[in-house]
C-alpha cells in the first residue's frame, strides 16, 4: 500500500480539507486494525467460541440456593415490631433499629436436619428456628441463660400459656429476697418476666423448669443474662407461640 502524504493538517486550510484528512486518518486505523486481526488468524466475522466467551444464558442457571417463601406474618421489621394490642394489654412497639438485623424474625434456609416443627435453640448463635416444610426455618434472635444457668439436650413442649403468671422458684427468691412479693405468683402483664407467651419444656414426661418465653426486655436479646430460660421480643413470641401445637419437640444445643 503506497503511504499516503501530507497527513498534517495544514494551519491555515479550510474545514473541509480537515474533515477529508480525518477521514483518511480513520480509514487508515480500521485497516490497520484489520491486518492485525488477520495476522493473528482472526477473521473479520468473530463467532462466541473462538473468543471462549460465556453465551450461557442467565435463565438457565440455577440459584445458588431455593428461593425464600413468602409469610404474611414475616414483613417489615416497622410492621412486625409495631405497636399492638393483645389480651387486654397495649403491647409497646420495638426500636428495632437498636436490635441487630440477624435476631429479628425471618425466613431461613434450614441448616438444622431436624423435622419440620421441631424448634431447635442454638446457644451460642443466640438463635431459635422453627424447622419448616420444603427445607426452610423461621429464625428468631433469643436471649439465653447465663454461664450455671443453661439446660440443653431433647425435650417436648407440654403446653403454652397466655400471659402467664410467674413464680419465681425458692432458689431465685434466696438470691433476690425482694421477689419474695411474687412467691405466690406474678399476674402476666407488661412487666411480667415472662413476657406475652410461655412454652413449657418438658423432659420424660417431667418439668425441666425452662420456658421459652415473651420479655419487655427486647434490649436482652442476643445477650446471655437470664436464670437459664430462652427469652424472644414479646411480638416474637406471639408469632411464634401462633405456629406451634403446644406439643412440639425442642432441642437446645
Known amino acids: 500500500m503506497r503511504k499516503p502524504q501530507n497527513l498534517t493538517p495544514p494551519v491555515n486550510g479550510d474545514a473541509s480539507e480537515t474533515e477529508n484528512l480525518l477521514s483518511r486518518r480513520a ?80 425466613i431461613v434456609v434450614d441448616q ?11 446457644l451460642q448463635e443466640r438463635m431459635l428456628y422453627l424447622v419448616q416444610p420444603g427445607g426452610e426455618a423461621i429464625r428468631y434472635g433469643v436471649g439465653i441463660g447465663k454461664d450455671g444457668f443453661r439446660w ?5 413442649i407440654q403446653y403454652g400459656k397466655e400471659w402467664p403468671v410467674w413464680t ?33 419444656i418438658y423432659q420424660d414426661g417431667k418439668d425441666t423448669g425452662y420456658r421459652i418465653h415473651g420479655s419487655p426486655e427486647w434490649w436482652s436479646i442476643g445477650q446471655a443474662m437470664s436464670s437459664g430460660c430462652v427469652r424472644l421480643i ?10 406451634v401445637s403446644k406439643k412440639n419437640p425442642v432441642v437446645v444445643v
Open 27 to 106: 480509514v487508515l486505523s480500521g485497516a490497520g486494525a484489520i491486518t492485525l486481526l488477520g495476522m493473528a488468524g482472526c477473521s473479520q466475522t468473530l463467532d462466541l467460541p473462538q473468543l471462549q466467551l460465556d453465551d450461557t444464558t442467565t435463565g438457565s442457571v440455577r440459584p445458588i440456593r431455593p428461593a425464600i417463601s413468602v409469610d404474611k406474618n414475616i414483613t417489615g421489621p416497622d410492621v412486625m415490631y409495631a405497636s399492638l394490642t393483645d389480651g387486654g394489654f397495649e403491647v409497646p412497639a420495638v426500636p428495632y433499629q437498636k436490635v441487630k438485623a440477624e435476631f429479628r424474625r425471618q
Open 112 to 122: 438444622t436436619g431436624e423435622a419440620p416443627g421441631t424448634i431447635v435453640v442454638h
Open 152 to 156: 440443653s439436650g431433647r425435650a417436648n
Open 168 to 200: 419465681p422458684p425458692p432458689e431465685m427468691i434466696a438470691r433476690k429476697p425482694e421477689l419474695v412479693k411474687w412467691q405466690g405468683g406474678q399476674p402476666g402483664g407488661l412487666t411480667n418476666p415472662l413476657g406475652a407467651r410461655a412454652l413449657y
Open 234 to 243: 414479646n411480638q416474637d413470641i406471639i408469632d411464634l407461640y401462633s405456629r
